[in-house]
């Protein structure tokens, strides 16, 4: 029987998750994307192209957030967590990009030369907006990265099983 989780034990998931669920609003209808992402502090860290997702955060900043663990039919858990986008620059941006880095690090593999992937690299060197205005029009190329957090402010999680 599914039970409420406590504070630990949803913030264990969200350090833990590796994809969740943003949810946001488009126009009357919702629109809910996967995204990888760190967590540190109730707040969820991410980084997207230019697109619909982004513009979709801009004009509507309230969201939702869902990470899952399924173990067994009878053995999961799960956190709902509402909050805000906001779009980070300069060197907030970058501290997020390191977070994000150290993040997904051991999950890059080693190539032969015992390098790791090129897509470590690319966070690295993102475009990042300096910009302090996220409204502005960025001047910066379709394909600009865009680094930002949800700052959580309401969750709940529930599990069913031993955890």
């Known amino acids: 029987m599914p039970t409420e989780m406590t504070r630990d ?13 943003l949810g946001m609003i488009d126009g009357e209808q919702p629109y ?3 995204i990888s992402y760190a967590y540190r502090d109730g707040a969820v860290y991410c980084h997207s192209a ?18 899952d663990e399924l173990d ?3 053995r999961w858990r799960s956190v709902i967590a509402w909050g ?10 970058k501290r997020a990009t390191e977070l994000l880095v150290d993040r997904f690090r051991p999950l890059v593999p080693v190539d ?11 966070m690295r060197t ?8 996220a409204q502005a029009t960025l001047g910066r ?18 599990r069913e099983g031993e955890w």
């Open 9 to 21: 034990e949803i913030d264990d998931l969200l350090s833990t998750g590796l994809v969740g669920r």
């Open 32 to 34: 809910v994307v996967p």
């Open 50 to 67: 230019q697109g619909r997702k982004v513009q979709l955060l801009r004009a509507q900043p309230e969201v939702c957030f869902e990470v």
């Open 72 to 74: 067994h039919i009878d």
């Open 84 to 93: 805000r986008f906001e779009q980070l620059v300069g060197a907030e941006a």
């Open 112 to 122: 032969a030369d015992g390098h790791q992937g090129a897509e470590l690299g690319m």
């Open 126 to 133: 993102l475009d990042i907006p300096r910009l302090p205005d």
């Open 141 to 158: 190329p379709a394909t600009a990265a865009v680094v930002f957090r949800v700052n959580l402010h309401t969750v709940t999680g529930r």
